[in-house]
């Protein structure tokens, strides 16, 4: 019985060690040798397993509050960080959209947020969003944010035409 505890233990440590925290790059267009020596670099992966545990206590109460958004978490498989401080010289944005291009990823917004600079990214297989890779960036800053999914687009479509209408009518009660 010992035995089976401590294998089903190195199991579950092994399982896990995908989702570490490390100092380097989990994305395909960084490498670490891309980055100046005073550049930090912070990288963060998170299986769905381990996503799914933290987020199953909350969905319930979501469903009730916002169940497009529920649904949408529902879809979502994995999620990758990665935050860079601090590197001036590099052209990881260059770097990023050739990335981006080379796989097929479409730019869904641009949006510009008290100076720093966000792109959307989704790559399609039929009707469903596979990918979508998150860059923000502002003058020193770099964040990015590879999620996988297996959302439909009809349910993304849903989902933003659910937040319009709270958005308006916020602005009308406002008002």
Request: with cysteine; charged share 30%; net charge positive.
């Amino acid at each position: 019985m010992k035995s089976l505890r401590i294998i089903l233990l190195l199991l579950l440590v092994w399982s896990m060690q995908s989702c570490m925290i490390k100092r380097g790059s989990n994305m395909e267009f960084a490498k670490k040798s891309d980055f100046s020596n005073d550049a930090e670099i912070v990288s963060i992966n998170v299986p769905r397993i381990l996503m799914k545990s933290f987020i199953i206590g909350k969905m319930k109460e979501l469903k009730e509050d916002d169940p497009a958004l529920a649904m949408a978490i529902k879809k979502i498989k994995k999620i990758k960080f990665m935050a860079v401080s601090g590197a001036t010289t590099t052209n990881l944005s260059d770097k990023f959209n050739s990335y981006l291009a080379k796989n097929n990823f479409e730019e869904l917004m641009s949006l510009y947020s008290e100076g720093a600079r966000i792109t959307i990214n989704t790559k399609m297989k039929g009707d469903k969003v596979k990918n979508i890779m998150l860059g923000i960036k502002d003058s020193e800053d770099h964040v990015f944010v590879d999620i996988k999914s297996d959302l439909d687009i009809n349910e993304l479509n849903r989902l933003i035409e659910e937040y319009e209408d709270k958005k308006e009518q916020n602005a009308s009660i406002v008002q």
